[in-house]
């Protein structure tokens, strides 16, 4: 069997464990790891929304809307929900983003006094340039791991993360 490669994690937890040997450190081993992809993750994501001259957040709003499909819009009540942030801040970036032309006010057709928000053409051709520079950079990130070994990781995330999704 070949020795085990160390990374920098194992390197923190060997010198805790000589310094505090009274402590389980199994739990920096799993999130010591995920904080550290999580900055590399969150730097691949940035270079993939700028590429296509987006913000994070213009990406949480544009990509919502994308996702809802045909005529890809929704209202902020429903942004709202899907991106967990106040209605003050909803209300700030669906401005801006009329102002960038990637998305449009119109009158919700079933309540006249409820508006709705929808992605124009040019939101929706920056969405989708981003998703596919997205899903590159990602898989880029997962390359060393098999197909097999991706989809054991993503189950027992997806088991870890139902206990926060309550």
């Known amino acids: ?3 085990r490669e160390n990374d920098e994690v194992d390197r923190i937890v060997d010198a805790w464990t000589s310094q505090r040997p009274d402590l389980d450190f199994s739990p920096l081993e799993v999130l010591s790891r995920v904080d550290r992809l ?49 209605s003050g801040t909803m209300t700030n970036r669906i401005d801006r983003l009329v102002g960038r032309r990637l998305v449009r006010r119109e009158a919700d057709p079933d309540d006249g006094r409820s508006i709705l928000v929808t992605l124009t053409h040019d939101g929706r051709i920056r969405v989708d340039a981003a998703i596919t520079r997205l899903v590159d950079a990602e898989a880029l990130l997962l390359g060393t791991l098999s197909r097999s070994d991706r989809d054991r990781l993503a189950a027992l995330l997806r088991k870890l993360s139902l206990g926060f999704d309550l």
């Open 38 to 86: 999580s900055r590399h993750l969150d730097r691949a994501r940035r270079d993939a929304f700028k590429r296509s001259e987006l913000e994070p957040w213009e990406w949480d709003v544009l990509s919502a809307l994308r996702r809802a499909g045909e005529p890809y819009q929704l209202s902020p009540k429903q942004l709202l929900q899907q991106t967990l942030v106040s």
């Open 1 to 3: 069997m070949a020795p």
